[in-house]
């Protein structure tokens, strides 16, 4: 990955400063190499860094006046860097745009689902819930798109979205799932237990969690906090 990244930096320092002529498509692939590279790396500055530069490409002759894929980058990039305000916002451009993909479409409603229920702001969560059951109707059996849906409305903390979650927790636990996506859904179902008072019923579903993928730092510390 170093090779190919350090590759990437002089061919397109070769094409800014003329030595090469780069086609606009190519510098783009590059250009969205190295931010996926940075992103790994949690250098999101220098991601965001080279989205905006493909950004001024798409301004340059022929104008790219939608590009989804971009936009879709830089919701995720927004949210790294705990912007969700402007998350929201690259985000809803992909929802909006004719030339999505229907994937595409689905990630970008799920990645806004997190953005507004990160916003702190009470009137976001009912926007939340409302992108997470629009990526839900899209693929309803997603495992991913569920996972999404029922962390939205355990932070309502109302009863009855409580129960919703805990519906839907249930049904995923059943299904053939991988184990890191039970571990998820477990550890989210014994949140909404604990919520409940429902103590160990919380505390199996969190041990059942860390079984799973004892990985899952979360559901680690909420089985410590409930045991």
Known sequence: KDLAAQAWKQALAKGGSGTITLERSDEKTMRLALAELYRRQGAFDLAMREYRLIQSLNKQPPVMDEDPELDLEMGRTFLALKDPTNAAKSLESVAQ??????????????????????????????????????????????????LV??????????????????????????SDVEPKTASQAYDLLGTAYYKNGEYARALRAFDYAVQLDPSNREAFENQRAAA
Do not use: C, F, H, W
Request: glycine residues 4%; positive net charge; aromatic residues 2%.
């Open 149 to 174: 849906r029922a962390g939205v409305l355990l932070k309502t903390e109302s009863m009855l979205d409580r129960e919703k979650a805990i519906e839907l927790l249930s049904a995923l636990t059943n």
């Open 97 to 146: 745009s004719r030339t999505a993909t229907p994937a595409t479409r689905k990630e970008a409603y799920l990645q806004q689902s997190l953005a507004y229920s990160e916003s702190g702001l009470p009137e976001d969560l009912d926007r939340a819930k409302a992108s997470a059951n629009k990526a839900g109707r899209m693929d309803p059996n997603d495992p991913r798109s569920t």
